[in-house]
C-alpha cells in the first residue's frame, strides 16, 4: 500500500504517486515530497523505482529482507537499510526492517513486517522544523528515531546485565547453576545481535556525510549527533558483552567452588557416620576376654563414644567450615 | 577440454580459440569473448596464455590448485582465484577451484575438479543483460554467483550453531558431553574455514574496484553491492564464530555443574546406606547388657530404625535437590 | 543557579549575563567571561543558548545526563561532555557530569548533581597565568584538572589490584573463594569503566588540537601534555584489566588445586577409618576356630593392629603431603 | 669462505672479489656479480663492507646472529636477514640465519650456521632466466625458494594439527592426558614461530617493492607473486594457532567429562559394595529374636539378597550407563 | 649535581654551565655541550629550564618521576623520558628513571634514583665517533644503549619462560601446583610491564626521525636500527606472554588431570578394602545354619578369600593404570 504526500510548511497535504506526477512534483513543490510504502509487493516496487530513477541493485535490495543494515549512495539518491528495534515486556528484541530512498527534495520509506515500525513520531518532527526539511533532514529524523531506541535498549540491556551480576554474586546464589549461565549467554548474544546492527548504521552514517546534498552544512552537527549516538549504544554494547564474558567465566569458578563445598561436606559427614561405625564394629569383634563387654554400662558407654565422636567431628568440621 | 564462444547481443556463437583467431576476435568483435577450459592440460594452459599475452605468474598459478583466493591486476587483464563452496545433504562443505582471467573483452574460465563449478547460470544471466556485458560485467557475475553460495552456507551454519545451542542449553542435555563439544568445534572449524575464503575475495574485489578498465562507472554499483554480500558474510561468520566459541565455555561449566549433580547423588546415597549400617554395626555388638537384644520386638523396631533413617535422609536430600 | 566573571589581568569581576551584556562583553573586553551555571534549568539553559549562539543541538545535549564523554567542535565554540571522577574513602568512585563550551574568549561551565565538580582550584590556575588566559587555556585547565583526578583514581587501581594479587597468592588464602572473586570483578568493572571515560576523552582532545583559534601555537605543548596524560591512564587502566583477568584465571586454577587438597585429605582420612573397620570386621567375625579371639590379650592386639595400621597410614599420607 | 661469480647470459664464471675487482666488475660488467660469503669472519664482512660501501649499522647486523627478518633499504643497496626453515624427520624445525644485500647490479650471500642454506636451487633459477637477472630478480628468487620452504612447513603443520585433532576425538581418547595437551602446546608454539618469521619478512617485501631500482615494473608481479605466498602462510598459521588454541580448550573439557566418568563408575561399584555390605551387617544383629537367624536356608537366603541387590545396582547402573 | 662538558674531536674538557656561559658556547662551539645533572633539586631544574629555555611542561615534566616513556618535539628541543632497566641476579627488575633534552648541539641528561643509570659506556661510544657526534647522535646513543639492556631482559625472559615450559610439562611436574603458577603469572607481569615500556619508547623514536635538526640523513640508519631493536623486543615480549597464557591453560588442564588421578587412585583403594570388609560382614552373620563357621579351614580360608579379593582388585586396578 502505497501513499504519497507533500511536505511543504509544516503541513501535509496527499498528494498522487504517479510517474508522471512525481517527476511534475519534484520539478515544481518547494516541499518534500514523502512517498511511504508498506509491506510493497513487487510490482509497486518497480513502479517506484521507475518513478525515482532507482538502480537495479537497489531495487533489487528492496525485494530482500533480512539486509545488512548500510547507507549506500548513488548518483541520484542515498538508499538505506535500517533495522528498526524494540524490546517487548518479556525483554525479547523484536526486529522490523525498514528501507528508504533519500534525495535532495524527496524521501521513500518502505515499511515491513506484520508489525510495521511506526512513523508516526517521524513525521511530528519533520512538521515542527519545516524551515530545515530536506531529503537530508527527512533521513536524519528517520535515522535519529531508529538509535533513540537502541539507546533504550542497550539501556535496558546494562539493566539486565546488573541484575545478572546480582544474582551471580548473591549469598547462597550457586544453585541452578546452569540456567543462570543460559540467561548469561542468551542476553550476551542479543547485545551481540544489536551491536551488529548498529556498526554497519555508522559506517553508512559516515558515508553520507561525505555527500553534499544530502548532509550540507547546517545539517552537519545534526549527523554527527547521531553518529555520537550510535558510538555510544556500540561503546556500551561492547561494555555489556564484556561484563557478560566476565560473569561467565566468573560463574565457572563459582561452580568449581560449589563443588570444594559439596566435597567438604561430604567428607565431613562421611567422617561422622565412619567412626561410630568404628566404634560399632570393635565392640562386635569376639574376643573371649573383652572387659567392657561384660559392664552394666558398657552399652551406654559405647553409645557415649559414638556419640561424642561424631559430636567432636561435628564440632571441628563445624569450625574449619566444612559444615 | 576447451572451448570458445563469443557472446553478442544475448546471443552465443562458438568459435575457434587459435592465438590468432583470438587476436583477431579480440579486434573485431564488439561482443564479449568467453573461452572456458575444463581441467586444462599444462599445453593448454600454455596455449592460453599465449594467446592472452598472461604474466608467467598468472601461468604458475593456474597450474596449481589450493591457491588462496585472490583478484589481481595485471597490465592487460585480472586474474582471479575463486574457491566455489557448496553444502551437501550431510552439511560437509565441498569445495571447487575456479580460476578466471578477464580482460575488457574477454573473459576465460578455468574450472577444476571431479566436479567443477557449474556454470549455467552464469550464462544465463551473461545473456539476459547484453547492454552491459564487457568483460567486467561477465566477472562480477562470475564472482555473484560464488558469493550467493557463501550466503546460503553461512546462513545453513548459522541454523547449525542455533540447533547446537538449543541442544547444549535444553533440559537433561549435558550426556554425551565430548560428541557434542565436538560437533561445536567442528562446525567452528568449518565457519573460520569459510571465513579464510571470504575475507581475502573481498581485498580483490575492493582491488577490481580501481581498475576502471574493468569496473567502470555504471557496474561500479553491482561490484559494491557483491562487496557488501562478502561483508556480510564475513560479519555472520564472526558472529557464528563467536557464539560457538561462547557454547564451548558454556559447555566447559555445564560439564563441572554436571560433575557437582553427580557428587551430590552418590553423597546423599552413600548416606542413605551408611546410616542403616551404623545402627546394624550397633546392634551387632557384643555387650552382655544391652536390653534392646532380648526384646520381642527389637530386630523389627531395628529394621524399622533403619527404614525410617533412610527414609528421612531420602525427604531431606530430595528436598535439597540433591537427589 | 548562574554566576557571570570577567577575569582580566589575573584578577575576577563579576558581571551580568544578559544576552545583551554578553554580546557587548565579548566585543569590548580583553578579558575571559566566565559564566558559571549550577544545576541550571531548561530556561537558564535556553538562555545561554541564546546569547552564545549555541547550536541546536548543544542545547539539547547540555539537557541530558549521562552524556558520552566528547569535545565537539562548532562554527564559534567547542563544547566539551566532560565526567570528572572521585574515589570515596570506601574505593567506590563517584561520578560528577561536567559540561563546557568554550570559545576564543568565553567559556561556560555548566555543572551539576547533588555534589558538582570543584571547581576553585581551576580557578586559581587561570588567575595565576593571566598572560595565557584564553578561551583555549582555560578548557585545557579544566581538562587537566579532570585528568589529574584520573591518574590518581588509576593509580589507586593499581594499589588495590596488588593487593588483590597479594592476597590471591597468599599462603593459605584460597578460602573464601567467591568472595575474592567477586572483589577482582568489581575492580575490573571500575577500570573498565574508567577506560570508557577516558578514550573518547583523548579522542576530542585530538580533535580540540586541530581548531586553531582554540589550541594556538603557544597551547599546544598544553593540550599534547594532558593527551599523554590520558594515554597514561588509559594505558594504566588496560594493564590493570589485563592483570585482573589473569587473576581470574588463576583463581579458577587455585580452587581446583584447593579441590585436589580437599580430596586427597578425604581419602586419606577414609583410608584411616576403613582399615580399622576391616580389622573389626575380621575378629568380628563367628567362625568357632578362630585361635586369636581365645587368647588373653587378643582384644589389646587387635586394638594395638588398628592404631598401627592407622598411625602408619597417618604417617604415609603425611609423607605424601596427602594430609 | 667467500666465493665471486659473474652470471651473463644464463653462464657463470667464477671472479675475484678484490674491492677494485668488485669496483672494476659493477663498471664494466652487464650481468650480475655474485658474491656468496659462508660463515665470513669478521675480517671478511669488513672486506666486503669495503668493497660494496655497506653501512656500519648493516655491518653491525652481519655480525650478529639471531636478527628479527628483515628487509631495508639504504642509499646503494637494500639489506636483507631471512631465516630459511625446514622440518627435519622428527617434526622439528631447523633454522638457518641467512643474510643477503642487494644493490642493481650485485648480490652478496652471508650464509651461516653448521649446516647453511642451500643455494643451489637459487642458482639454477638465476641460469635459467638470464633475460630477467639483476639484483632485484636475485632477492626474488632466493626470497621465493626461502618462503616456498615456509609453505611446505606450514601444510606440514596442518597435517599435524589434523592428526592431533582426531586424537583428541577419537572415541577413548581420553587418557595419557597431560602427553597429549603437550604436543598440541608444543605445535602451537611451532606455529607461532613460524608466524613470527613470515610477518616481518611480509612488511620488508612491501618496502622494497617501493625500490624502483630493484623492483622495477616487470619484476613487480613477482614481488606480488612471493609476498601472496608470505600471506597466505601467515593466514594459515593463525588458523592452526586458532584451532590449536581450541583443542586445548576442548581438552580441558573432556578431561572434566573423564573426571564425571570416573565418578559415575566409582559411586556406582560403593552402592554395589555397600548394600550387601548392610545386609550383612543386619544378620551380624545379636538380637535374640531374628526368625531368619534359625532358618535352614536363612544363610543362602542372605547371600541371595546380597548377590540380587548387587545385580539390580548393576543393572540399574549399566542402564544409565554410569558403568 | 650538575657537570657540564664539551665534547670536541672525541676528547671531553669540563666547563661551566651558567646560563651565560651556556648561551655563549652554544654559539661558539663546533663540538657538543654536554651537561649531566644527577638528582636535581627544583632549582637546579629551574636553572636548567632557563640555560635552554625549556617550556614550563617539560620543566614540570623533569620535577615529577613515573613519566611514561615518551619523545617529544618542541621548538628548539626534543625531550625523552627514558625506562633504563636491569635484571639483578634474582630476577627481579630494576627500573631507573632518565630524563634527557637534546638540540642540535646539546644534550642534556638527567638521572635519578638512589642508583642512577650509568653513562659510562654511553660516554665511550661518543668520544669514540667524534665525526658523527651531534645531538642527535648522542641521543642515538643513549637510547640504543637503554634498548640494549632491554634486549637482554627480553632475552633472560625468554630463558625463564622455557624453563617454566619444562617444569610444567615434566614427569609428575603436578605438584605444588599454585606456586608454579604464581611464578608463570608474576613473570607474565614483568613481561608485560616491558612491553609497556618498550611500545611507547617506539612512538617516540617514529616521531623523533621526522625531525630533521637531530635525525638528520645520516643518522637515519642508526635510528632505524634501534627502532628496529624496539620493536624486536616489543615481539619477543608478545610472544613470550602469550606463551605463559597458553602455560596458565595448560596447567588448569594439568590439575583437572592429577584430580583424575586422585580420583582414581581413590575409588580402587576404596574398592580394595572395602570388598574384605563386606567378606568379613559375612561371616560375621549369626545364622545357626552356616557351614563354613564350624570348619576347621574355615577362618583361614576367610582370611585368604580377603587376600585373593583384594590382590586381584589391586593387579586389575594396576592393568587400568588407576593405581
Redesign the interface.
Same mark, same amino acid.
Given at each position: 500500500m502505497i501513499t504519497g504526500w507533500i511536505l511543504r510548511g509544516g503541513r501535509r497535504t496527499e498528494c498522487s504517486f504517479d510517474v508522471d506526477d512525481i517527476h511534475e512534483m519534484l520539478r515544481q513543490t518547494d516541499g518534500l515530497v514523502w512517498i511511504d510504502a508498506m509491506d510493497p509487493t513487487d510490482d509497486e516496487l518497480e513502479h517506484l523505482a521507475k518513478a525515482f530513477q532507482l538502480?537495479p541493485?537497489?531495487l533489487?535490495?528492496t525485494q530482500h529482507r533480512q539486509q545488512?543494515p548500510?547507507i549506500?549512495l548513488?548518483a541520484s539518491y542515498a538508499f538505506a537499510t535500517l533495522r528498526a528495534l524494540s524490546v517487548s515486556d518479556d525483554d525479547s528484541v523484536r526486529e522490523r526492517e525498514l528501507h528508504a530512498f533519500v534525495g535532495p527534495r524527496f524521501i521513500v520509506t518502505l515499511r515491513f513486517g506484520p508489525d510495521p515500525f511506526d512513523i508516526d513520531h517521524v513525521l511530528t518532527r519533520w512538521e515542527r522544523q519545516p524551515e530545515l526539511l530536506s531529503g537530508g533532514f527527512a533521513a536524519y529524523v528517520l535515522i535519529d528515531e531508529v538509535v533513540d531506541d537502541y539507546l533504550s535498549i542497550v539501556e535496558r540491556f546494562e539493566d539486565l546485565a546488573d541484575d545478572l551480576e546480582d544474582e551471580v554474586?548473591q549469598e547462597g546464589g550457586?544453585?541452578g547453576?546452569?540456567r543462570l549461565?543460559?540467561r548469561i549467554?542468551r542476553l550476551?548474544?542479543e547485545v551481540?545481535r544489536l551491536r551488529?546492527v548498529v556498526v554497519?548504521l555508522r559506517q553508512g552514517l559516515d558515508l553520507l556525510q561525505e555527500e553534499p546534498r544530502l548532509a550540507e552544512g547546517p545539517l552537519l552537527?545534526?549527523f554527527?549527533?547521531v553518529t555520537?549516538h550510535t558510538?555510544?549504544v556500540a561503546?556500551l554494547a561492547d561494555?555489556i558483552r564484556? !561484563?557478560l564474558?566476565? =560473569?561467565?567465566?566468573?560463574?565457572? *569458578?563459582?561452580?568449581?567452588? #560449589? /563443588?570444594?563445598d559439596?566435597?567438604?561436606?561430604?567428607?565431613a559427614?562421611?567422617?561422622i557416620? !565412619?567412626?561410630?561405625? =568404628?566404634i560399632?564394629?570393635?565392640? *562386635?569383634?569376639?574376643?573371649? #576376654? /573383652?572387659p567392657?563387654?561384660?559392664?552394666?554400662?558398657?552399652?551406654p558407654m559405647?553409645?557415649a563414644m559414638?556419640a561424642l565422636s561424631a559430636g567432636a567431628l561435628y564440632v571441628v568440621f563445624k569450625r574449619k567450615?566444612w559444615l
Open positions: 538502480h541493485v537497489t533489487e535490495d545488512r548500510k549506500e548513488f554474586f550457586d544453585d547453576g546452569t549461565q543460559e549467554f550476551k548474544r551481540v551488529r554497519p552537527p545534526y554527527r549527533d555520537e558510538l555510544r561503546e561494555n564484556d !561484563l564474558t566476565s =560473569l561467565l567465566e566468573v560463574r565457572v *569458578g563459582q561452580i568449581s567452588n #560449589h /563443588m570444594n559439596i566435597m567438604k561436606k561430604q567428607a559427614w562421611a567422617g557416620i !565412619l567412626v561410630p561405625t =568404628l560399632a564394629g570393635i565392640y *562386635g569383634m569376639n574376643f573371649l #576376654h /573383652m567392657e563387654l561384660s559392664w552394666r554400662l558398657g552399652y559405647a553409645l559414638m567450615e
